[in-house]
């Protein structure tokens, strides 16, 4: 017989909890960079598909890059967290925000904390994380779950 357990998530509803984070961030970024109020070049997951394949890409292949990793983190926090409150959340948005400034930009190009291009990206960088956080926490706590079974 296998238990019920009505806290856990399945894969597909982690997987879709970070689908839907990757989506609206992706739609803010992107939106902020075509309206001009973004200081970024271009989208930083763009220019970091550019940067591993070593080529110009067209902007949907830097957001299938964004869609992946902001899934990656959202299926690890609502999969292997032990805790997956609203601290939790932004905790792992704030170490995700120090990485991006302190590996990615640099790995680019942008500099250690993109200040090659401008030191509005520190804040600027910020705020999509921030908002990682917040959707991260929102979606699963208050998106419904289904049951799993546990063996």
């Known amino acids: ?23 609206i961030t992706a739609i803010v970024m992107v939106t902020a960079l075509k309206t001009g109020l973004s200081p970024f070049p271009k989208p930083p997951s763009l220019a970091f598909a550019e940067t591993v ?46 990485v991006i400034l302190a590996v990615f930009f640099p790995a680019v190009g942008w500099g250690l904390a993109g200040l090659h291009v401008s030191p509005r990206l520190i804040p600027a960088s910020f705020l999509p994380h921030l908002l990682f956080g917040l959707l991260l926490w929102a979606l699963e706590t208050y998106m419904p779950r289904k049951r799993v079974s546990t063996r």
């Open 1 to 23: 017989m296998s238990k019920q357990q009505a806290g856990r998530r399945s894969w597909t509803g982690a997987i879709g909890i970070g689908l839907g984070v990757s989506i």
């Open 53 to 98: 394949l070593g080529r110009t890409l067209p902007l949907p292949i830097g957001l299938l890059f964004h869609t992946a990793y902001v899934t990656f983190w959202s299926v690890v926090f609502v999969q292997f967290f032990p805790k997956r409150g609203f601290w939790p959340a932004m905790a792992l948005a704030g170490a995700l925000w120090v």
